[in-house]
Each structure stands twice: as C-alpha cells, then as structure tokens.
C-alpha cells in the first residue's frame, strides 16, 4: 500500500506563492510518473500537472503554465508544485496522485494512488 501525504497548504493573497510537497511511501518511487490535481467546491476534480518518474517530462494545465512548476526529489520520495502569482480561481483542495507507469505528457494521467488533500485559499 502507497500512503501519499501533502502538506503547504494555506492563506495566501492574490499575486502570492505557496509550494506544496507530497511525501510517498515506498521504495520504488522513482519508477512512477506523479501529478498533482485541485478540486473546488462544486467542481469536478482537475488536473495540474504531471512529471515523469525520472522529473524529465513535466506537462501542465494550460491555466498554470508559467505560474506553477511541478519538481520532485527521487531520494526522498517526494514531489513538490511551486506556485506563483497564485490567482483567486486557484483556491482547492490539492492533492497529489501517484501515476500508473507509461505516462506519456500530454496524455491522461490515471492515478492509482491519492493523497488526502491540502487546502489552498486566495483571497483578492
């Protein structure tokens, strides 16, 4: 069992930064594309952005590029997603996923695994 586990969530004003991490479990992390995904009240669950398990390949939402960036850390079984000039519409709930093997960018990325989910709010 994978236990995936957020944290750097928060209050932020608009134009702000805050970096989410997601600690993994697991001794084979490395080998699994991650994504991380926000939900909002009354919406569906959205996609972010995703990085291939070597952190080669990153793929993002189209209304994040250039304001977030996906990274990770294979030694420590961790991902990470800088957020910049965070904006209103991005509050959600966070949460990261762990990938099913043979991503590729630009397609969807099926999670096997969730994390419990980190609050992020922007006031204006």
């Known amino acids: 069992q994978v236990q995936l586990v957020e944290s750097g969530g928060g209050l932020v004003q608009a134009g702000g930064s805050l970096r989410l991490s997601c600690a993994a479990s697991g001794r084979t992390f490395s080998t699994y594309p991650m994504g991380w995904f926000r939900q909002a009240p009354g919406k569906a669950r959205e996609f972010v952005a995703g990085i291939s398990g070597s952190g080669s390949w990153t793929y993002y939402y189209d209304s994040v590029k250039g304001r977030f960036t996906i990274s990770r850390d294979n030694a420590k079984n961790t991902v990470y997603l800088q957020m910049n000039t965070l904006k209103p519409e991005d509050t959600a709930v966070y949460y990261c996923?762990?990938?099913?093997?043979?991503?590729?960018?630009?397609?969807?990325?099926?999670?096997?695994?969730w994390g419990q989910g980190t609050q992020v709010t922007v006031s204006s």
């Open positions: 996923g762990r990938g099913r093997q043979g991503w590729a960018p630009g397609t969807s990325l099926s999670i096997d695994y």
